[in-house]
């Protein structure tokens, strides 16, 4: 069955890089975009970006763009998604999803866990 | 602000029909863009209710539907129950095919 496991909780402090894995099973890791959503503790989902698996081509959410990269290991079926220059704003848990069919307006149809990250100083 | 605009909240009493609104713009729902509907229970990860404006992934109850007119979108939800208590969002593209999300709508049951 699809799984996506991502990694664990990570404290960072304020100016540091943290990188989220996101390792899928049960599915063909190329046919499926990933996506990448945050959600600050309370607030509503907010979008990041998604990576297309077989070319590596991305796209980041404005707000993101220059701070977030998104990346991919073909053969451990394995996404990443690195952000740079944390600051508290930043302190949210981050999922990474599935891109239910091949198309960029595309739903999530399974989610990993997620991954809290806390910046804190 | 969210680019999508959904209310704060939701009621319902059980066996009630509620629905929830979604507004965009021309820039995303009315540019012909897909919207998404998820539900998320407290301390989980979302799940896809509605996908492509009115289909339901395999699962789902009927009770939930989707529509889509113009620069809006709206989830049904029939027959309600207890245990559809729980944050809605919905989602759709831009321009720049980068996602937007709804700020969220919480259905409290009665």
């Known amino acids: 069955h699809v799984q996506l496991v991502q990694s664990g909780a990570e404290v960072k402090k304020p100016g540091a890089s943290v990188r989220v894995s996101c390792k899928t099973s049960g599915y063909t890791f190329s046919d499926y975009y990933m996506l990448w959503v945050r959600q600050s503790p309370g607030q509503g989902l907010e979008w990041v970006g998604w990576i297309n698996p077989r070319s590596g081509d991305t796209n980041y959410a404005q707000k993101f763009q220059g701070r977030v990269t998104m990346t991919r290991d073909t053969s451990s079926r394995t996404g990443y998604m690195e952000v740079r220059r944390l600051t508290s704003d930043d302190t949210a848990v981050y999922y990474c999803?599935?891109?239910?069919?091949?198309?960029?307006?595309?739903?999530?149809?399974?989610w990993g866990q997620g991954t809290l990250v806390s910046v804190s100083s | 602000q969210s680019v999508l605009t959904q209310p704060p909240s939701v009621s319902g009493a059980p066996g009630q029909r509620v629905t929830i609104s979604c507004t965009g713009s021309?820039?995303?729902?009315?540019?012909?863009?897909?919207v998404h509907w998820y539900q998320q229970l407290p301390g989980t990860a979302p799940k896809l209710l509605i996908y492509?404006?009115?289909n339901r992934p395999s699962g789902v109850p009927d009770r939930f539907s989707g529509s889509k007119s113009g620069t809006s979108a709206s989830l049904a939800i029939t027959g309600l129950q207890a245990e559809d208590e729980a944050d809605y969002y919905c989602q759709s593209y831009d321009s720049t095919l980068s996602g937007v999300f709804g700020g969220g709508t919480k259905l409290t049951v009665l």
């Open positions: 021309i820039s995303n729902i009315g540019a012909g863009y897909d």
């Open positions: 999803s599935r891109g239910a069919h091949w198309y960029t307006g595309t739903s999530s149809d399974y």
């Open positions: 492509g404006n009115s």
